[in-house]
């Protein structure tokens, strides 16, 4: 199976930091993606992971262990518009993504 | 440069009639795929097109739905008949290659 787990829901305050857990089954791994998704609006990428370690992108970090089947998404200095769920999705030998449910993340000021 | 777009953006149809999704992506991205959210759960993929080609029809749930991609370009995702568990928001993607995929908006379909 390519179970995709991560949690449902955090909360977190402005300026905060919270990091996004999600693990996976490891047979067959091609890539790790993890998306945005705003209600009502598309999944728009944010990281793609296909070695271990970290990977920076301005607020937004995401992290990999392939031996482990563990990534996570780490958001700093959090603002107001970064509520949305983070979609944890992953790459198979058969090229089409496996998505997990989806960790809906609430900023309060 | 134009992102995927998807339409109708909502489609609201009753049992039994049907329904037509399009789907246009990123010019030059030849796969392109099909996903499926239903309420409260995770998007599931539901086929795979190499340009004119199916790659992979394993999501696709059962014999009413059909899609094709005549010529390469867009694609339909048709649905008939409509029955009320096939609501939810069908999203499009398209990947110039086999790793980064690029989302539409989505059309929220409802089937009273």
């Known amino acids: 199976g390519q179970n995709i787990d991560q949690p449902t829901e955090m909360t977190a305050t402005e300026g905060a930091i919270v990091q996004i857990n999600c693990t996976y089954q490891?047979?067959?791994?091609?890539?790790l993606f993890w998306y945005q998704q705003h209600a009502g609006e598309a999944p728009t990428f944010l990281s793609y992971?296909?070695?271990?370690g970290l990977e920076e992108k301005g607020r937004f970090s995401s992290f990999l262990s392939r031996s482990k089947g563990y990534s996570y998404l780490l958001l700093k200095e959090l603002q107001m518009k970064d509520s949305a769920s983070y979609l944890c999705?992953?790459?198979?030998?058969?090229?089409?993504?496996?998505f997990g449910a989806g960790t809906t993340v609430t900023v309060r000021a | 440069e134009a992102g995927v777009t998807q339409f109708p953006s909502h489609s609201v149809i009753e049992k039994g009639q049907t329904v037509t999704l399009r789907c246009d992506p990123i010019?030059?991205?030849?796969?392109l795929y099909w996903y499926r959210r239903v309420m409260g759960k995770e998007i599931k993929f539901l086929l795979h097109f190499v340009k004119e080609s199916k790659q992979d029809e394993s999501g696709m749930p059962n014999n009413r739905f059909l899609a094709e991609r005549t010529g390469g370009t867009y694609s339909t995702l048709k649905v008939q008949p409509a029955e009320l568990e096939d609501s939810g928001v069908y999203f499009c993607?398209?990947?110039?290659?086999?790793?980064?995929?690029?989302f539409g908006p989505g059309t929220r379909l409802t089937v009273l």
């Open positions: 490891t047979s067959g791994f091609n890539g």
């Open positions: 993607a398209s990947s110039p290659h086999n790793n980064e995929q690029f």
């Open positions: 999705a992953v790459i198979f030998n058969d090229y089409k993504l496996s």
């Open positions: 010019s030059g991205h030849d796969n």
């Open positions: 992971n296909v070695l271990d």
